[in-house]
């Protein structure tokens, strides 16, 4: 087989984004389009020659092709090894997982999380580092120099693999091996929680509901939780994954998971239920009746650390996306804990954890982990709440309604508007920005500014600085609104508005957000002008 040289040109655009590079699929399948990206990663990683690289995806539309195109590129470019999911398939955080159990160099992640699927929907691809997490910004933007200078991408002339039969096999001199997707993953998991206590509970009665949204999470889900934890058959819906994730959006929110809110919310609802996402990195948590916040995930988890058997021995701190309630915050200074304040996107976390500063982590954007891998992980979230669930035996609405008691309530609500001009969105923002300075001092609708900034975050371990992360501004009554725009979309700008307020009240405990926070989310909008500026009456999704 003959390594060739393609001549190319670049591409616009090719800039990684919150978590790699998201475009529409018929960008992707330009010529040359996703070869000049995978290229300017193998220049920019020269450790790939002669090292392991673990490759897949959450089987959306385009994996298999990727997977195939970047096989061969691969081999051209000197990877000695590479460890492919069975039929392309890995989850995002089963990847980290594969890196970090075999070893590996690094890892490829096709995928474009929970955003739809199909050939007119979207794709995406992203580097892992050799600690299991996304690459650290100072390699995206690496990369990204890369693709704007690239000329030539190597690629050898051969057939396609078999990725359908587990096995190694030979592509011009490299070692491929197709290997179990979930087998290193469910393993990890044993170790973690209490597999003894998880099936005893399912043996009880205990009735649970897992939505794998038509995603990559379904054979994980039907393993370990109908395999190996005793859930009766069926607990598992919507188990295989779909390259159009069955004409679904594969978000688990109150939105797009809407059928499994609509059976916990009713009559003979289960007493757990979940759902995760296209690539298996977020999570939803509902119990009979009752939905629970990704903020409050994170601060009830971390106040039940010590019942799951990896974390008895206490957490070393915790942090959170700058975004996220500070409900966690609350439960670190009880602990005598410290909690960092990070920018969006999961690569944040990976110094923290790997200088052993934090054990778990989350994201308001359901996204939840701890130590054991370097991603978000969605059902590891699931398990560390059916541990919490089979150790304490209560209620999943009585454990959150306790916490509450016990920290007070960080009544908390996200306001996503979707695909608005990207144009009227950046000027939004500036406009912001420039009225920082003005705002604190000022009585706004009875409400006293006490701070407005533009988060900048200064790494603590190695000083790295990330500026214009999120507009923040906090007020008297210990509330706070945040905006900033999303970079996990491909059409247009998503603005997300995010608004709290801590509750000691227990009385209040039980309003619905939007209603204990609709003094907020009026000045919000006025702020900012949200409405006269896109014409949106309403966000198109609330969370």
């Given at each position: 087989?003959?390594?060739?040289?393609?001549?190319?040109?670049?591409?616009?655009?090719?800039?990684?984004?919150?978590?790699?590079?998201?475009?529409?699929?018929?960008?992707?399948?330009q010529p040359h389009y996703l070869e000049n990206f995978v290229q300017s990663?193998?220049?920019?990683?020269?450790?790939?020659?002669?090292?392991?690289?673990?490759?897949?995806?959450?089987?959306?539309?385009?994996?298999?092709?990727?997977?195939?195109?970047?096989?061969?590129?691969?081999?051209?470019?000197?990877?000695?090894?590479?460890?492919?999911?069975?039929?392309?398939?890995?989850?995002?955080?089963?990847?980290?997982?594969?890196?970090?159990?075999?070893?590996?160099?690094?890892?490829?992640?096709?995928?474009?999380?929970?955003?739809?699927?199909?050939?007119?929907?979207?794709?995406?691809?992203?580097?892992?580092?050799?600690?299991?997490?996304?690459?650290?910004?100072?390699?995206?933007?690496?990369?990204?120099?890369?693709?704007?200078?690239?000329?030539?991408?190597?690629?050898?002339?051969?057939?396609?693999?078999?990725?359908?039969?587990?096995?190694?096999?030979?592509?011009?001199?490299?070692?491929?091996?197709?290997?179990?997707?979930?087998?290193?993953?469910?393993?990890?998991?044993?170790?973690?929680?209490?597999?003894?206590?998880?099936?005893?509970?399912?043996?009880?009665?205990?009735?649970?509901?897992?939505?794998?949204?038509?995603?990559?999470?379904?054979?994980?889900?039907?393993?370990?939780?109908?395999?190996?934890?005793?859930?009766?058959?069926?607990?598992?819906?919507?188990?295989?994954?779909?390259?159009?994730?069955?004409?679904?959006?594969?978000?688990?929110?109150?939105?797009?998971?809407?059928?499994?809110?609509?059976?916990?919310?009713?009559?003979?609802?289960?007493?757990?239920?979940?759902?995760?996402?296209?690539?298996?990195?977020?999570?939803?948590?509902?119990?009979?009746?009752?939905?629970?916040?990704?903020?409050?995930?994170?601060?009830?988890?971390?106040?039940?650390?010590?019942?799951?058997?990896?974390?008895?021995?206490?957490?070393?701190?915790?942090?959170?996306?700058?975004?996220?309630?500070?409900?966690?915050?609350?439960?670190?200074?009880?602990?005598?804990?410290?909690?960092?304040?990070?920018?969006?996107?999961?690569?944040?976390?990976?110094?923290?954890?790997?200088?052993?500063?934090?054990?778990?982590?989350?994201?308001?954007?359901?996204?939840?982990?701890?130590?054991?891998?370097?991603?978000?992980?969605?059902?590891?979230?699931?398990?560390?709440?059916?541990?919490?669930?089979?150790?304490?035996?209560?209620?999943?609405?009585?454990?959150?309604?306790?916490?509450?008691?016990?920290?007070?309530?960080?009544?908390?609500?996200?306001?996503?508007?979707?695909?608005?001009?990207?144009?009227?969105?950046?000027?939004?923002?500036?406009?912001?920005?420039?009225?920082?300075?003005?705002?604190?001092?000022?009585?706004?609708?009875?409400?006293?500014?006490?701070?407005?900034?533009?988060?900048?975050?200064?790494?603590?371990?190695?000083?790295?600085?990330?500026?214009?992360?999120?507009?923040?501004?906090?007020?008297?009554?210990?509330?706070?609104?945040?905006?900033?725009?999303?970079?996990?979309?491909?059409?247009?700008?998503?603005?997300?508005?995010?608004?709290?307020?801590?509750?000691?009240?227990?009385?209040?405990?039980?309003?619905?957000?939007?209603?204990?926070?609709?003094?907020?989310?009026?000045?919000?909008?006025?702020?900012?002008?949200?409405?006269?500026?896109?014409?949106?009456?309403?966000?198109?999704?609330?969370?």
């Amino acid at each position: 087989m003959s390594i060739q040289s393609v001549a190319t040109r670049p591409f616009s655009g090719q800039k990684p984004g919150t978590s790699g590079l998201r475009k529409k699929v018929s960008v992707f399948r330009q010529p040359h389009y996703l070869e000049n990206f995978v290229q300017s990663i193998f220049d920019t990683v020269p450790e790939l020659r002669g090292g392991t690289l673990v490759l897949g995806g959450d089987g959306r539309y385009y994996n298999r092709v990727a997977v195939q195109t970047i096989l061969r590129m691969a081999a051209a470019n000197g990877v000695a090894q590479v460890l492919v999911g069975q039929g392309g398939l890995l989850s995002t955080p089963a990847v980290s997982c594969v890196i970090r159990t075999r070893g590996a160099t690094g890892g490829i992640v096709l995928s474009a999380s929970h955003n739809p699927g199909g050939p007119d929907e979207d794709f995406g691809i992203k580097y892992n580092v050799s600690n299991g997490g996304p690459a650290p910004e100072k390699i995206t933007e690496a990369i990204h120099a890369r693709t704007e200078a690239i000329e030539v991408y190597r690629t050898v002339d051969a057939a396609e693999l078999d990725l359908d039969t587990l096995g190694s096999t030979e592509l011009a001199g490299m070692s491929v091996e197709v290997i179990d997707p979930v087998a290193d993953y469910a393993a990890l998991m044993e170790k973690l929680f209490d597999f003894g206590a998880i099936r005893a509970l399912f043996a009880s009665g205990f009735r649970m509901r897992f939505d794998a949204m038509n995603a990559i999470t379904g054979p994980y889900a039907h393993e370990i939780l109908e395999g190996r934890l005793g859930a009766p058959a069926g607990t598992v819906v919507r188990g295989t994954p779909l390259e159009d994730f069955g004409g679904a959006h594969p978000d688990p929110n109150l939105v797009h998971a809407h059928d499994l809110v609509e059976l916990m919310m009713g009559a003979g609802a289960p007493d757990f239920g979940a759902a995760s996402d296209g690539d298996g990195d977020r999570n939803m948590i509902l119990g009979r009746g009752f939905y629970v916040t990704p903020s409050d995930s994170l601060a009830v988890l971390a106040a039940n650390a010590t019942l799951i058997p990896a974390y008895a021995g206490g957490l070393k701190g915790v942090a959170r996306s700058m975004p996220t309630s500070m409900a966690v915050d609350r439960v670190a200074a009880a602990l005598g804990l410290n909690c960092y304040e990070t920018p969006t996107g999961w690569k944040f976390f990976g110094n923290l954890l790997d200088a052993g500063c934090i054990t778990f982590c989350g994201e308001e954007s359901f996204g939840t982990g701890s130590d054991h891998v370097r991603e978000k992980d969605g059902l590891w979230a699931v398990l560390a709440w059916l541990n919490v669930l089979a150790v304490r035996r209560e209620p999943l609405a009585d454990i959150v309604r306790a916490h509450w008691a016990s920290y007070g309530r960080n009544v908390y609500t996200r306001h996503d508007y979707e695909g608005i001009d990207s144009a009227v969105a950046d000027e939004l923002m500036a406009d912001l920005r420039a009225s920082l300075q003005s705002l604190p001092g000022c009585v706004l609708d009875g409400l006293s500014v006490t701070s407005a900034d533009d988060f900048t975050y200064t790494d603590p371990v190695d000083g790295s600085v990330s500026r214009k992360q999120g507009v923040r501004v906090a007020f008297s009554d210990d509330s706070r609104i945040v905006y900033r725009l999303s970079g996990t979309g491909t059409q247009g700008a998503t603005l997300r508005v995010y608004i709290e307020r801590h509750e000691a009240d227990a009385d209040k405990h039980g309003l619905d957000p939007q209603q204990a926070l609709a003094a907020l989310i009026v000045l919000a909008d006025r702020i900012a002008g949200i409405t006269s500026r896109t014409g949106r009456p309403a966000p198109d999704v609330i969370t």
